[in-house]
T-cell receptor, first 116, second 110 residues
Framework: ETGVTQTPRHLVMGMTNKKSLKCEQH?????MYWYKQSAKKPLELMFVYNFKEQTENNSVPSRFSPECPNSSHLFLHLHTLQPEDSALYLC???????????????FGEGSWLTVV | TQLLEQSPQFLSIQEGENLTVYCNSS?????LQWYRQEPGEGPVLLVTVVTGGEVKKLKRLTFQFGDARKDSSLHITAAQPGDTGLYLCAGCHNFNKFYFGSGTKLNVKP
């Protein structure tokens, strides 16, 4: 139990479907992240939110749409994905506060996405 | 190019052997983390190091942060099959910028 919960853990979707990944953190953090992890590739940062505001979009295609309604919740809305988007999607959080030492990023269990 | 270079990429050893994984950068980090990840799961935090020269021990795992806070090492003593997994290091810049190494895939054979 890392304090970051992701649902669903597994998702299979067709290329024309619309689905969403959900993330909730119980750590009182202010920064939340979406990462993509594909086989044989390093972790790829997708989006960063700090105090509900998007502070980073790492050139992610518009078929991925993030939403951060508050500091504890983060969504990734998926629409017309491609088979190459199949990967493990990881949500993470950190304190997001300047000046705090030992800043650490904590991950959820991941959502395995398969696009067919 | 990766800001954090992790080596080796792959390591296959026999149970009982010792090993060291390295994480190197030319940048200074305010903190550095090590994670272990199993297939299909999220990375699980093992340790955070903050102070240059800091050494932390977690059972058979020893973590060291370089004096200049640019590099780190993870040493496992008497590896066991349960240590098998992907080991990731991450360095923190500012307060919410994290840079990850490409990972070390460890396989410990019984």
């Amino acid at each position: 139990e890392t304090g970051v919960t992701q649902t669903p853990r597994h998702l299979v979707m067709g290329m024309t479907n619309k689905k969403s990944l959900k993330c909730e953190q119980h750590l009182g953090h202010n920064a939340m992240y979406w990462y993509k992890q594909s086989a044989k590739k390093p972790l790829e940062l997708m989006f960063v939110y700090n105090f509900k505001e998007q502070t980073e979009n790492n050139s992610v295609p518009s078929r991925f749409s993030p939403e951060c309604p508050n500091s504890s919740h983060l969504f990734l809305h998926l629409h017309t994905l491609q088979p190459e988007d199949s990967a493990l999607y990881l949500c993470a959080s950190s304190s997001g506060q300047a000046g705090s030492s030992g800043n650490t990023i904590y991950f959820g269990e991941g959502s395995w996405l398969t696009v067919v | 190019t990766q800001l954090l270079e992790q080596s080796p990429q792959f390591l296959s050893i026999q149970e009982g052997e010792n090993l060291t994984v390295y994480c190197n950068s030319s940048s200074v980090f305010s903190s550095l983390q090590w994670y272990r990840q199993e297939p299909g799961e999220g990375p699980v935090l093992l340790v955070t190091v903050v102070t240059g020269g800091e050494v932390k021990k977690l059972k058979r795992l020893t973590f060291q942060f370089g004096d200049a806070r640019k590099d780190s090492s993870l040493h496992i003593t008497a590896a066991q099959p349960g240590d098998t997994g992907l080991y990731l290091c991450a360095g923190c810049h500012n307060f919410n910028k994290f840079y990850f190494g490409s990972g070390t895939k460890l396989n410990v054979k019984p």
